[in-house]
């Protein structure tokens, strides 16, 4: 299957600071990826599509000025995590899709102190 | 929006049993049916997946069945080993729609 590269896969911060992750498909180029978040023990619970040159497309619910996200080429898509606070301590998942398979990222720990 | 509901959420079996895992959904357009294995602190891995022309698919030990008329779709694990222990997610994928929508998951443990 396709390759999706997640990075970093932990990372502590203060609160207040802003985080960016990265997410990178290896082997192919993708037009649409997704961002998910993940608490213990619970389901994917979607939180946008990123779409390559355009927009972001957010669920209802999730604040796009808290959560920026930019796709800016066909094999990178990145989300910040702006002025983090401990709640936003989460397990974050990106996937790429390949025609509609969804291939997903290692994921990202993140710790807000 | 697409609902999809799975059980059970826990499942415990002997090595060498099977696992059955079921999962329906609420919209008929859905088309696209995959499983997904998750070990703690890891990624999602594709196992299997089925689309909406197909009734039944397998890969080795796994297979996926999908009554479309009753809206429901289980994973079958045959011969069960202690490396299947896993969190093993249900997800459907509406037509016209890139998205999934992803069931609460279950944990599966296969006893030595």
């Known amino acids: 299957g396709a390759v999706v590269s997640q990075h970093p896969s932990w990372v502590i911060c203060k609160s207040g600071t802003s985080v960016k992750i990265e997410c990178r498909s290896l082997?192919?180029?993708?037009?649409?990826m997704f961002w998910y978040r993940q608490f213990p023990k619970q389901s994917l619970m979607l939180m946008a599509t990123s779409n390559e040159g355009s927009k972001a497309t957010y669920e209802q619910g999730v604040e796009k000025d808290k959560f920026l996200i930019n796709h800016a080429s066909l094999t990178l898509s990145t989300l910040t995590v702006t002025s983090a606070h401990p709640e936003d301590s989460s397990f974050y998942i990106c996937?790429?899709?390949?025609?509609?398979?969804?291939?997903f990222g290692a994921g990202t720990r993140l710790s807000v102190l | 929006g697409e609902n999809v509901e799975q059980h059970p959420s826990t499942l415990s079996v002997q090595e060498g049993d099977s696992a059955v895992i079921k999962c329906t959904y609420s919209?008929?357009?859905?088309?696209?049916f995959p499983w997904y294995k998750q070990e703690l602190g890891k990624r999602p891995q594709l196992i299997i997946d089925i689309r909406s022309n197909v009734g039944e698919k397998k890969d080795q030990r796994i297979a996926v069945t999908l009554n479309k008329t009753a809206k429901h779709f289980s994973l079958h694990i045959t011969e069960t080993q202690p490396e299947d222990s896993a969190v093993y997610f249900c997800?459907?994928?509406?037509?016209?729609?890139?998205?999934?929508?992803f069931g609460k998951g279950t944990k599966l443990s296969v006893i030595p």
């Open positions: 082997d192919f180029q993708a037009t649409t």
């Open positions: 997800a459907a994928k509406g037509a016209g729609s890139y998205q999934l929508t």
């Open positions: 996937s790429a899709l390949v025609w509609d398979i969804q291939y």
């Open positions: 919209d008929s357009a859905s088309n696209y």
